[in-house]
């Protein structure tokens, strides 16, 4: 049983932290080779992992697609560790009102910047991609950029101000529900659970006197117990 409670607290981990990995925001260093619109025909597994047509347009389940292609830094270690430049795509969609909420309305602006700062290997212009969403392959799947900026090079480190808040944040609100509880069991729960056990060593008491006066009104009849 204490490895059946186990496993599903793990598992709840491990959900919670997916989770929050593909909805948070990333930043990424890179540089910007090109954009391009394709033709996308969602199917019932990848169609989770996209956000929804431009604001205003019908949601269809083919429909144009804006991407935005790139060479970045790769990084490990939360960004502490640098490896070797590889290529990413991004997509570039509005997010409206819907899940995550980045409240994205904005695409077409961000397809033109990401089409002035473009560059080549021999020219760079180094740019800050912040993004949410994972990259896969094989079910065709792209994160989302949601905003561009100019840094000086590729060896800039974008420190993760939004994340670092959110985690204070949730530590600060998990420190303030733990006591909150620990108040409402003091001050509620316990004193309950004491009055109940009080209440219940009453009740055994008065069936004890009540099987005693029974046993002593037949012990009169019948004689005391041999």
Do not use: C
Request: proline share 5%; glycine share 8%; charged share 25%.
């Amino acid at each position: 049983m204490r490895a059946l409670r186990i496993g599903w607290r793990l598992l709840l981990v491990l959900i919670v932290g997916a989770v929050l990995h593909y909805a948070l925001p990333q930043q990424d260093v890179a540089r910007i080779t090109g954009t391009e619109v394709i033709r996308t025909d969602f199917s019932g597994f990848n169609r989770l992992f996209y956000a929804q047509a431009d604001s205003g347009n019908v949601e269809n389940t083919t429909r144009d697609l804006r991407l935005i292609n790139t060479v970045r830094k790769r990084t490990m270690l939360l960004g502490l560790v640098r490896g070797k430049d590889q290529t990413m795509v991004y997509r570039n969609e509005d997010t409206g009102w819907i899940w995550p909420p980045y409240f994205k309305f904005d695409s077409s602006d961000l397809q033109a910047e990401a089409d002035d700062v473009r560059s080549t290997s021999a020219d760079p212009n180094w740019v800050v991609i912040r993004h949410y969403g994972w990259r896969n392959r094989f079910f065709t799947i792209y994160p989302n950029a949601t905003a561009i900026r100019e840094v000086p090079g590729p060896d800039y480190r974008p420190i993760p101000w939004f994340n670092i808040g959110f985690f204070l944040f949730l530590l600060f609100a998990g420190l303030m529900l733990r006591a909150m509880w620990r108040q409402f069991r003091e001050r509620s729960l316990d004193p309950a659970m004491e009055r109940a056990g009080d209440r219940w060593d009453r009740v055994e008491a008065n069936a004890k006197e009540r099987r005693g006066r029974l046993g002593r009104w037949w012990e009169s009849w019948t004689g005391p117990r041999k």
